[in-house]
Structures are given as C-alpha cells and as structure tokens.
Nanobody
Framework: QVQLVESGGGLVQTGGSLRLSCAAS????????MGWFRQAPGKEREFVSV????????NYAATVKGRFTISRDNAKNTVYLQMNNLKPEDTAIYYC???????????????WGQGTQVTVSS
C-alpha cells in the first residue's frame, strides 16, 4: 500500500481556483490508479475524479466535469486536482485514494489520505 498526504485546500470565493496535491510514499505509486473523492458535512463520500496509472485515462463526476482536471506526475509520486470555477456546493473535505483499477466506487480504493478542506464562499 501507499501512504497518501493531501495539501492545497483552503478558502476561496465563488469562481476561484485551487489546486490540490496528493503526495504518495512508496515505490509502487505508478502502478495505482488514483482517485479524488469528497465529503460534505452530513453527506456521503462521493466520487470526484480518477486517473489511470499512466495518466492516459481519466473520469469525472458530472458535477465537476469541465471545471476540474486530474493529472499525475509519477516521477514526483504526486497526483493533482486542478479545480476551476469553484462553487459553494464544492465545499467539502477532499480525499485522494489509490486503487488497482480505474473505477469511481470508493470501496475499491484501499489507501486513503487524511483529507484537505476546501471551502468556497458565496
């Protein structure tokens, strides 16, 4: 398994941008698909985006498609989530996670970070 640490969260106004980073430890990072999920207060954890091991395949939730971009740098053991045109409904704790397959279901992700808070003010 890999150890994951997210960063880059913060407070931003509606329409603003943030870039989240997720740094992984271990030499096997490049063998995992990496996903981003989020959880708002009182709501279940939901899928945001996923990228394949080599970055060649990506998938997004309908609510963020066209605004968020996932990418990865295997040389740096890091996955990113560029978030543009942020909306108040994007407010949540954002988690990165590692999986052996490219999928949008959290139960298939075995390693999770501790999360980073994103707050979008109206």
């Amino acid at each position: 398994q890999v150890q994951l640490v997210e960063s880059g969260g913060g407070l931003v106004q509606t329409g603003g941008s943030l870039r989240l980073s997720c740094a992984a430890s271990g030499r096997t990072f490049s063998s995992y698909a990496m996903g981003w999920f989020r959880q708002a207060p009182g709501k279940e954890r939901e899928f945001v985006s996923v990228v394949s091991w080599n970055g060649g395949s990506t998938n997004y939730a309908a609510t963020v498609k066209g605004r968020f971009t996932i990418s990865r740098d295997n040389a740096k053991n890091t996955v990113y989530l560029q978030m543009n045109n942020l909306k108040p409904e994007d407010t949540a704790i954002y988690y990165c996670a590692a999986s052996t397959i490219v999928i949008d279901r959290p139960e298939f992700f075995r390693s999770w970070g501790q999360g980073t808070q994103v707050t979008v003010s109206s």
